[in-house]
């Protein structure tokens, strides 16, 4: 599968383009725009509550994807673990709010330091196994975390989870408020947009997509592969303790279900779908998966099926996910409007990272 | 100048005897050849030396420095480049970014051997594809593969390079070329390691070959003396003919 998407991939960029800057295309820069203010438009198109709460959770859910999007997008290692690194976030915000009184604030870099170094653990099986071997792997420690807290007596709260006070108000402005919430989400989610566009973009990310495209050959170079894959899963679970932490008090209220395997699968699907290696992929992902049953009425259940049978579909339709996608489309049509030869150097709608 | 020392060199792999105790000195002053018949222990010497493959026993010193069994990533970092059988490159990415990835690991090492690229298309200009720099490597041609792989090679700066099999799979015209881009980076000061099967153009490339037969050196010293020495005839030029 991954040879025939490589072998699309390739197709479609055969056509020589100038040397690409860092800096993003026109068209980029008008549809991160158009993105940016509709997601700090939305709450004041009346949503309603209900719409307004999946929103909040939507964007939290993307901060996360973001961070995933770099071991999986750029080092090619795709990891089951993060609705349990984000429970390591959320789980440290809540046990420091209630014995050290510490706020979302104050617990929000160490909920990123434990959910980074918990991160660094589920990732030093793929030093030695790969694939689906290792995505199994993280799906298990997962599985177990979930265990672990529901056993975990009164310092996890067991199985009815743990309680949190409100997030409280900074500078007059109340947080608590489902729109005022939404806003800091936004403002973590763009954050953590920005950072993996930086990261992706950097020497760094370079050196990750080496090892994603030949690990023996960049062995050769230099480059210390271990290392590297275990370090950006380390940097991902950055994203997924500042996830949990903002989820912990989102929620107010957390319990062990919320970061079991089942969790990571939704994660990997909005992914998936959306596209590891985009800069919209991930929130794009999350938006479908969480909206797409809730506009169409589907039933929980149903929707389950749904997400299964999409899932196989997006893998054998969508390598590259909707958005890579949509792109190709707006390049096709592109071509046809203007001739085959305008195509040369013309900004990538998909905004493809690498 | 650059040495590589390699002394009573032996890897097993269960109970095959890939190299039974190879003694080879390399100097990067020095255009060596390395041939033997298919499963002579060549391209397990080259991972054996690389660090892909831990040596069963005996000793490799590179500079003086003890590398046996060193990871193959601190191998790379010390000016020991190489190239792999197979036509190797980052597939999903273009040639620009397959030369950038090596440039930028190459010049992180603080010691001053091997050549020095200010920029991906310096080098990309001197391998001779500065035209495909925004090709994506998948697409291209093999001959500009086994280029680009002797060119992300040379941006890892390496005082010492070990090409396995470069011109396998070339035209003649395409090792033609290989061979002037293999004399123009020894001119820069980096030391070439080479094997191939190709007799005719080990000849006019290398000053010395190293014959292999069975994990053993058969014969090493200047191309003219090896090439006609009987054992070498026996074992490896006389089948072919």
Known sequence: MAQIATVADASVAAVRRPKKSMWPSAAALILTTVVFAGVLAFPWLNPGYRALSFAVTTGITAIVLYGMAIPFGQAGVMSLGYAGLMGFGAYTAAILSRDFGLNMWEAMPISALVAALAAGLFGLPSLRISGHHFAITTYVMCELLRIALTNGGKFTGAASGLDLPPIGTVLGVKLDKLSNTYMLVAAFMFISMLAAYCIANSGYGRTLRSIRENEQLARSLGVNTNLHKVGAFMLSGLFAGVGGDLQAYNFRHISPDLYGGATSLYFALMVMLGGPRTIFGPLAGAIIVTFLPEVMRIDPVDSRIAYGLALIAVVMLLPGGVITAVGRGYQRVARTLRGRDAIDGSPDPGASWT | ?241
């Not at chain 2, 799979?169 to 820069?188: D, F, I, K, M, P």
């Not at chain 2, 290398?206 to 014959?211: D, G, P, S, T």
């Not at chain 2, 003219?224 to 070498?232: A, M, S, T, Y």
Request: one cysteine or more.
């Open chain 2, 1 to 241: 100048m650059a040495t590589l020392e390699i002394k009573g060199l032996r890897k097993t792999f269960g109970g095959v005897v890939a190299l039974a105790g190879v003694d080879v000195t390399i100097q990067s002053d020095e255009i060596l050849g390395v041939i033997g018949p298919n499963g002579s222990g060549k391209t397990t010497l080259f991972n054996t030396v690389c660090g892909v493959y831990r040596p069963t026993s005996g000793t490799i010193r590179w500079n003086g420095v003890d590398i046996a069994g060193k990871p193959a990533y601190l191998i790379g970092r010390l000016g020991l480049g190489r190239t792999f059988q197979q036509a190797m490159s980052f597939p999903a990415l273009t040639v620009r970014e397959n030369v950038q990835i090596a440039i930028e690991h190459g010049s992180r090492r603080e010691d001053d051997a091997g050549p020095r690229w200010s920029s991906p298309e310096e080098l990309l200009e001197f391998v001779g594809l500065e035209a495909f720099a925004g090709e994506v490597t998948s697409v291209m041609p093999f001959g500009n593969l086994r280029r680009l792989g002797v060119a992300v090679a040379l941006g890892g700066r390496p005082a010492q390079l070990l090409l396995d099999e470069p011109a396998a799979g070339l035209n003649e015209g395409e090792s033609v070329q290989l061979v002037h881009l293999l004399r123009r980076a020894h001119e820069l000061g980096v030391g070439i390691c080479i094997i191939d099967h190709h007799v005719g153009l080990m000849a006019e490339l290398c000053a010395r070959l190293v014959v292999l037969h069975f994990g053993n050196k058969i014969a090493d010293g200047p191309v003219d003396e090896v090439l006609n020495d009987p054992k070498v005839i026996e074992v490896y030029l006389g089948g072919e003919e």
